[in-house]
């Protein structure tokens, strides 16, 4: 009884994060494949399912599409893994699970800067994202914003440990893996933009004059980079030109960013209680200020990482949708885990106490985090497509064809064509009226 007692005091951080890793991991997987893929997964393997030339090629020409980070990733992986829903989500799981691993170094790292328990932080903070809803959906779901969040969260592991400890010159390895990251993260979604000025930003609020100067000759090998992409894409350039004519710069409402961030944390398929934003927002606001007193760097950090990328989502004249700014939920868990750490930080003298305190605060925030929609998350059929499809093929008679309201219906029907359809008709756009 004593040897097992002295292994777990030397390895209970290791068995913590197995048994997290392993409980997230399964329910994550619970009903994966339950439904048919949605139009926005059905749209990943229909640029995806061609060759990797032809996937540039196509996303060059294509308005309204993404970057090709991750269609040439899933182009890799539907190689090796095939093309079933299970298939092609188990790829954003599998990135999800790093996203909840990088949460536990993120939060080590800030916990060791300001002088607080970083590996129970660092715990924590993989806790909040395993239970939060928007996390479990993006991680269920095969398109690119799980692995968003990746990029996102280790350039900001990156910037925090290589280029804020003093006003010195990075090393080259910390330059070019950060630069890596943040090329990767851009070129995986094109709203990561708003992520990556948050960096520029505390070099600047914190005077690390050598490291602003070094990091704005760097990366401006990415923006070349991007800036070639978007003279090579005329779909890039049609939806930009399409999206800023005409556009007024106006400020979003707290209303407007307030059911942001609701159906950022608890996904479309749940509506949380009318407390909940204004309890998170209160929570995210202790965080900040304990962050602070601990470290006004890492409170400001945090502070920016919170607020500008959100509000910076309401400057493009187009709605902004929770998926393009997902990259926020790390942030937001490493956030309220320092709340959750208040207890302990203010009792210090009573360790036990401050302990226990701190236990039972991070399972009141989990259950918060839970409760705004996890179960449903778990358990929601995203489409019927393909049921309908089979359906329609099963009970087909000769000359018989497919009416459709418009040809964006063809991607889905791409991934669920049983291959002896009819020919597709397309109905033909309302004449307008005079």
Not at 89 to 97: A, D, I, N, P
């Amino acid at each position: 009884m004593a040897l097992v007692f002295r292994l777990w005091q030397h390895h209970k951080n290791r068995v913590l994060w197995v048994l997290l890793l392993l409980l997230v991991w399964g329910a994550w997987l619970w009903n994966l494949n339950l439904g048919d893929l949605s139009f926005d997964e059905s749209a990943t393997y229909f640029v995806a399912y061609r060759p990797f030339g032809e996937i540039l090629h196509y996303l060059r020409g294509a308005a309204h599409e993404h970057p090709p980070v991750y269609y040439l990733l899933i182009r890799g992986w539907m190689g090796l893994t095939g093309t079933s829903e299970f298939a092609l989500r188990y790829f954003s799981l599998l990135v999800g699970m790093l996203v909840v691993a990088v949460g536990g170094w993120l939060g080590r790292l800030v916990g060791q800067r300001v002088g607080g328990k970083g590996r129970w932080l660092g715990l924590i903070t993989a806790v909040f994202l395993a239970v939060t809803p928007g996390m479990a959906f993006y991680a269920r779901d095969a398109r690119m914003y799980s692995l968003m969040t990746l990029w996102a969260m280790l350039a900001a592991g990156l910037l925090l440990r290589d280029w804020l400890e003093a006003n010195a010159w990075p090393r080259w390895t910390a330059v070019f893996t950060l630069g890596l990251v943040n090329g990767l993260g851009l070129f995986t979604h094109y709203y990561y933009l708003f992520f990556l000025i948050v960096q520029p930003l505390l070099l600047l609020a914190s005077r690390r004059w050598r490291p602003f100067w070094l990091w704005s000759g760097t990366h401006s090998l990415p923006a070349l980079v991007g800036l070639v992409w978007l003279w090579f894409s005329s779909g890039l350039q049609t939806m930009l030109i399409a999206t800023f004519r005409g556009a007024t710069l106006g400020q979003p409402s707290l209303r407007e960013m307030a059911a942001l961030l609701r159906k950022l944390l608890s996904s479309s398929f749940s509506t949380p209680p009318t407390y909940f934003v204004p309890l998170v927002v209160l929570l995210l606001a202790v965080g900040i200020l304990v962050a602070w007193r601990r470290d006004w760097l890492v409170g400001l950090w945090l502070l920016l990482l919170l607020v500008v990328p959100l509000v910076a989502a309401f400057w493009v004249p187009r709605e902004p949708q929770p998926r393009y700014v997902n990259y926020l939920l790390p942030f937001i868990a490493l956030t309220l885990a320092q709340t959750a750490q208040l207890p302990d930080y203010l009792l210090s003298r009573w360790r036990r106490v401050g302990g226990l305190l701190t236990m039972l605060a991070v399972a009141a925030v989990a259950w918060l985090l839970a409760m705004a929609g996890l179960r449903p998350v778990l358990t929601a059929v995203k489409s019927r497509y393909g049921d309908a499809v089979q359906l329609v093929s099963t009970q087909q008679r000769p000359g018989d064809q497919v009416l459709f309201y418009g040809p964006w219906q063809e991607i889905p029907f791409h991934y669920y064509n049983p291959g002896n359809m009819p020919p597709i008709t397309l109905l033909p756009p309302t004449p307008r009226r005079c």
